[in-house]
């Protein structure tokens, strides 16, 4: 039997990278986080002065180079949005899609994303759903970033991170091409009251049960 495929899916800041990434090592399997070749293609269009509402990404899609998705400037709030805007547009999808369809075809894989297991994986032998509450991605978003804000600005702050969150989820689940939606298949983890290592635990016990 080939090597397994796991998909990881659900909306902004659910911990899904974590997850993946720790899943990965821990069944030592190949980890692909797929926002970043949409953060990659956005930052692009940014930096020549496209404009990633109204201009197609598709050729940065097919020139995208592995040394793109290691810039540390994908993870700043404008490349966030240009992300979510490029993702909208079908050619840059197609392009994407050989590019992971090839990363797990051999030795099998993890990838994090919205659309693994309803369009790029739809047999994967696991298919996860990972979220929760909008407050409580926005106040672990926060948290992960460089805080400054006095204790005063720090609700104000979570709530921009929220609206933020929020925009972004309801973009990418209302787009025509390839929605963020929970696969019919798909088991969900609500990760409110849990902790990374909770999440992991019981990511691995649904695999377990699957494999
Ligand atoms: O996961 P991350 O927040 O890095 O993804 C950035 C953006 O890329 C998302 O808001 C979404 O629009 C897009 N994306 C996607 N399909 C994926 C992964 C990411 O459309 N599989």
Redesign the pocket.
Known sequence: KSPPVIAV?GP??AG??TLARCLAESLNLPYL???????AV?RRMLDERLDPASQSGEQLALSLRPDDLKRTD??TPDV?RA??????DQAV?QA?VHI?RAFAAERGGV??????GT??FPDADVKLYITASARTRAERRYMQMAGTETETNRDAAISEVEAALIE??R??AT?A??P?RMADDAVRIETDNLNAGQVLAEAIRIVKSVL
């Open positions: 899916d902004a800041a899904k990278g986080d797929t926002g970043l070749l949409y953060r956005g994908l993870r966030d992300a979510s805007l490029v993702a909208r999808r994407l992971q990838l994090d994303g919205r659309d693994i369009v790029i972004r989820d973009a990418d787009r091409a390839a963020l």
